[in-house]
């Protein structure tokens, strides 16, 4: 018994519960609160928010845990490890001023609003002021938070602890020539799979009761969780025996639901894993956003886009739309996900185009943050980088640099978690099939659990004891590179397409 | 402007917020909380209420308040009258030890499980220690409050202001041997309706679009609500534009829903009804229980259980439930609505004996309070009430003294809210019908625009401008009185059996 230690936990306890109604007030906000609940709802996620962020920022803690790490070589090494990481999310957020996280808060609030307006109109001009008072802020923040190198790696370690701009250089200057050159040859081979089956009316009930079916298949505890609709599918959790998904449902493609399902289901087995000791502590998350989403990405591409997955659930899919699939195969439902098409839209794009939106967005990022392009040229910028990387050309704002909601949260340097989960995901993957040979017939058998337990003890339960390259390396003795996605890629596009 | 009032509008509303996060982990929890969130969830609830408390408890705020109420002679009404509300509450909650509040919760919470055991084993044994535990607690509760008269007062105070033990005596006394009387000339009559028609299948979907198509007429703003399934149907609200409502289907009886979803609708129309202009303040509240009560029940039993609803929707519940109710007419759906059997159940009680039930829990209650009635002996008591009043023999406690959920909660003093909301809504409804003589020509077509708009005028838009009685008083210029919910009973149960 650690009075100073127990402390520690009950006052990191209360900030995990203001979170996990911040959470859930969310939540609701996205699935079941009526339209004329959203400004009420602003105002108590803003309080709660500012409540968390006050508790956990309080004087007492800070003592509290520079006491703790001073004898950290008597603590037993969960806690420590807890301290640890606890103090560095404390000293990060001691390094905003309060009055700076109100501001930025507020505009941020107003940058949203009107990124809304200008999406609508396509009209950056409309975004264009706010855009730069952002950037001027986050430029400051990243001054408060401190930095070596690019301002950019003050920005990026929320979401990418450890990584810095010239890393992700280096890793994306191997991947864009390779990747745009698959795609090129892809669409000169004048090749696309036949698709016309998908052209049916699609029943709702069904689609649910097979995303469900799928998720559940994989493992996701639906008694510690369940899955709700929503516009933009995501996944939240207020506790590891309460995480939840939505999906989305499209009348017209049944292979958007399950896409949908599969990612965010990948999401919420990983904090489903997390261990039953870390709850209602720091280390009950994920080190970074790349990890958490090469876990979606797994699920959703690796398994979900594969042929073995559709020589299971090719069955199972005919049963839940009666006389609508009988002549259709498991090669067929493997090509129609896997349709690559370079398009204007990043959350409508295939695998083999995806990251080329993801790095496009972390050029012209960059290019803000480090003061190499003005907030007026960014329209510009985006539609030649399009033009280089994808070989189309953007007609309107709306389809071109203000799509994202993103820039409009202040959220920069969000966007590499993508391209990285891609990256992470495929060469935990060589891992995996290396440590479970027969890996693929237990997909065709729609038997998951092998690939669940590995996921489990190396990457799940860890938390935040590692750090995302640390993860990477332990369980595949490498450090992250870009070699075993485009291994993937030109192995599986190559095959398919012939190219 | 005053910077005081901003102050305390500002505190105000941050601890509205708070409040309403715990009200969305409340109505979650009876929602769409996966069954193994439910520890975690109580810790959440647990951490905000004592956050909400312990912002409102501020020293600070009770300093603001009070240099206000100084000065309250140069604030407008309004303002005047939040901060007179605002210290009341204030000076209430601050005579409260948080240690002492801490350890109620404690023993509430164990009460809750004990009782719930005890329930499902029907053994008050159980339940016997923590409700002696209960019991002296709130006697202790009761002192540091202060009271005069009876320690219940202090007690009652909470959910009906300015109401005391010897007055509901006097209420009550009016009401027992009357109440009682027809019951028993009811039982004796040996008349019933015939309900067979009731003995049919009813899908839920059609129960579910007829009773939102009944709320919505009555005024029910979906837009700024939205109704949910429940195990045991209750209002909730976050904002007076978003006021959400539940219901419970029965698959074989759809005028069960139908009263909850009335009954909720009531509520619900009430906190819709709040003025925009005490958002996130004290003001936004009902004075009372009784109050709110009267609200749910005038639209549950006086409009939802009259001939006149049934002659417009008769048709309507026709049309949802297609070749079910071709040969049913308006008065046999009245007189099922209005079948009258003693029962050993409150919640399922029919209007003629529901108070009977109320009144024997208020008399064991303020008993218990009061010295006059031992713990071990209240299934004795509660059993011997049960046949004086009601006619009929208590078979075990599960059925009896262990029903309901409330003094396992602390709730002493809750119980009169439900007959006094009974009584509140026959005293308003008389008016209403004086005031709109036209009344049940209007109902008679789906009209429901005069009634509500008389509730919102006369009830709704005061919030907690007025005391419960003030609230009677002045809309029906009499005090409140049993009177007027005896006439109301002996006429439509009278002409209804004959007796």
């Given at each position: 018994m650690d009075a100073r230690l127990d402390g520690l936990r009950e006052k990191l306890g209360q900030v995990a519960d203001v979170q996990a109604a911040v959470a859930l007030l969310e939540w609701d906000q996205e699935t079941y609160m009526p339209p004329k609940g959203g400004p009420a709802r602003g105002q108590q996620i803003?309080?709660?928010?500012?409540?968390?962020?006050?508790?956990?920022?309080?004087?007492?803690?800070?003592?509290a845990l520079r006491e703790l790490e001073d004898r950290a070589d008597q603590l037993e090494s969960d806690d420590a490890k807890l301290v640890e990481e606890t103090l560095y999310?404390?000293?990060r957020a001691a390094k905003l001023p309060e009055a700076f996280v109100h501001e930025l808060a507020g505009e941020q609030s107003k940058a949203f609003q009107a990124w809304?307006?200008?999406?609508?109109?396509?009209?950056f001009a409309t975004f264009e002021p706010h855009l730069a008072k952002l950037i001027e802020l986050l430029k400051h923040k990243a001054d408060l938070l401190g930095y070596e190198g690019s301002p950019y790696n003050a920005l990026l370690e929320d979401f990418e602890r450890g990584m810095t701009a010239d890393q992700l250089r280096g890793i994306f200057a191997g991947l864009v020539p390779r990747q745009s050159a698959l795609a090129r040859r892809i669409v000169e081979s004048g090749r696309q799979p036949d698709t016309a089956w998908l052209e049916q009316d699609w029943d709702e009930e069904s689609q649910w009761s097979?995303?469900?079916?799928v998720v559940e298949d994989m493992g996701y505890d639906l008694e510690a969780g369940r899955q709700d609709k929503a516009a933009h599918p995501f996944t939240t959790n207020f506790d590891l025996a309460d995480v939840r998904i939505t999906t989305r449902l499209d009348p017209r493609n049944p292979l958007s639901a399950l896409s949908a399902s599969m990612h965010e289901g990948g999401h919420a087995l990983y904090e489903q894993g997390f261990q039953e000791k870390d709850r209602r502590t720091t280390l009950a998350n994920a080190p970074s956003l790349g990890i958490h989403e090469s876990q979606s990405r797994l699920w959703e591409n690796?398994?979900?886009?594969?042929?073995?997955f559709w020589k299971r659930y090719g069955e199972v899919i005919r049963d839940h739309f009666p006389g609508q699939l009988d002549a259709v195969t498991p090669q067929q439902l493997f090509e129609a996900?896997?349709?690559?098409?370079?398009?204007?839209i990043r959350v409508d794009a295939d695998e083999c185009t995806y990251n080329l939106h993801v790095i496009l967005r972390f050029e012209l990022e960059t290019a803000l943050i480090e003061g190499d392009l003005d907030v007026a040229d960014v329209p510009e910028a985006w539609n030649a980088k399009v033009k280089e990387y994808l070989g189309i050309e953007v007609p309107d704002d709306a389809r071109g640099c203000l799509q994202d909601v993103h820039w409009s949260h202040g959220a920069i340097g969000y966007f590499p978690s993508y391209a990285l989960g891609n990256l992470y995901a495929s060469q935990l993957f060589e891992a995996i099939l290396e440590a479970i040979p027969d890996l693929w017939d237990h997909v065709a058998a729609g038997e998951f659990a092998p690939l669940r337990d590995w996921l489990r003890s190396h990457v799940h339960q860890h938390g935040r004891r590692k750090l995302a390259r640390e993860i990477v390396r332990d369980a595949t003795g490498a450090d992250p590179s870009p070699e075993p996605y485009l291994r993937y890629l030109e192995t599986k596009f190559g095959t398919l397409y012939g190219v």
């Open positions: 803003a309080t709660l928010s500012a409540l968390a962020h006050r508790l956990f920022t309080d004087a007492d803690l800070g003592n999310d404390y000293e809304a307006q200008a999406r609508e109109e396509s009209a097979f995303t469900l079916r690796l398994i979900g886009r594969s042929l073995p996900g896997n349709v690559v098409e370079p398009s204007l």
